[in-house]
């Protein structure tokens, strides 16, 4: 049984696991708290001749945000937690008093591994920068630090996108990371109605034309009108990624953050929960989780217009009221 099915099954177990083995100084999240999750790009750096920076690369932003949310008295938990305690299905207790979670979108090759970079020389991939920040970390509970990917599912579509941008999108290390214990994968569509997807292209994997709302990709899934874009979208995507990765990705981020409530896709996800399966979804609008928040629409801050710098996410996480 891996990881994800330990804490997703057996959530009560856990549960237990999770408060025995955290100082007993950190236990009880109020349930009436406010979460900050945070979301990256591993793509995300400077452009041509441009420096690479915090404000402008997300694996350098990462690695010191880790320290910036540890000198804070934050511990980083899975996101699946907060979406559980969120909908009311984990009690605070059973958290630590003062969390964050980390996600990650688009399920770049740079989530996983180091990338050569023209201009700033070798970037540390996502998992190295968590990986180092455990080993070099004494006193982290043994599920932190931990963070969650969003990937694009359609390899067609991530080919195409592949071959506009240069970055590399493959699907070979998911698997790999859902059991790693510091990375668990989960949906971000089957296309993101990407707008380097120019033409229309069959996926034989999905069975589905790409882009699924019409050529060109406009980056919008408020353009989707139709009960069947949704599913294949949301649901096609989730059963392709299960394949891949062994266990159904039950959370979803919307491309863009676009998914809104009162949105087609918004009132579909609210509609069809047994045929998308999914416990909550994320958009992008720089506000904290909590009871209150759309349970398919759960707030998240995005780098690095959210926090530019350092000063910037020290008022996200101190604004929480934590």
Known sequence: MDWKHITHVVSAAASFLAMVTAPLSAQALPN???????????????????????ANTA??????????????????VPLYWVAEWARGLRDGSTLPNKVVAISF?????????????????TLKSFRRVLQEFKANTPGLPW?????????????????????????????????????SGIMEVYNHSTDHDNSHIQGSYWDYALSTYIPVMGAPGRDNFYRMTSDAQA?????????????????????????????APGSFIHNWMLGHVGQHQTLAAFCA?????????????????????????????QTILLGSGQ
Not at 59 to 76: P, S, Y
Not at 105 to 114: I, K, S
């Open 143 to 179: 599920y932190s630090p931990h963070a969650s990917s969003f990937v694009i599912a359609s390899p067609v579509a991530r080919s195409v996108m592949s071959y506009a941008t240069g970055l590399p999108m493959g699907d070979w290390w998911w698997a790999e990371a859902q059991n």
């Open 285 to 313: 609008n720089n506000a904290y989780v909590s009871r209150n928040s759309p349970p398919y629409c759960m707030p998240r801050f995005g780098h690095p217009s959210a926090w530019p710098n350092i000063w910037s996410l």
């Open 32 to 54: 009436n708290a406010q979460v900050p999750v945070l979301y990256y790009h591993s793509h995300q750096t400077g452009g041509a001749g441009i420096p690479c920076t915090y």
């Open 105 to 121: 979108d688009d399920g770049a090759d740079y989530d996983w591994v180091d990338w050569a970079h023209p201009n700033c020389g």
């Open 231 to 259: 599913f294949t979208e949301v649901a096609s995507a989730a059963a392709y990624i299960q394949g891949k990765i062994g266990v159904w990705p039950d959370l979803f981020a919307y491309p863009n953050g676009l998914g």
């Open 59 to 76: 694996a350098i932003a990462l690695e010191q945000d880790l320290q910036t949310i540890r000198a804070a008295g934050f511990t980083v």
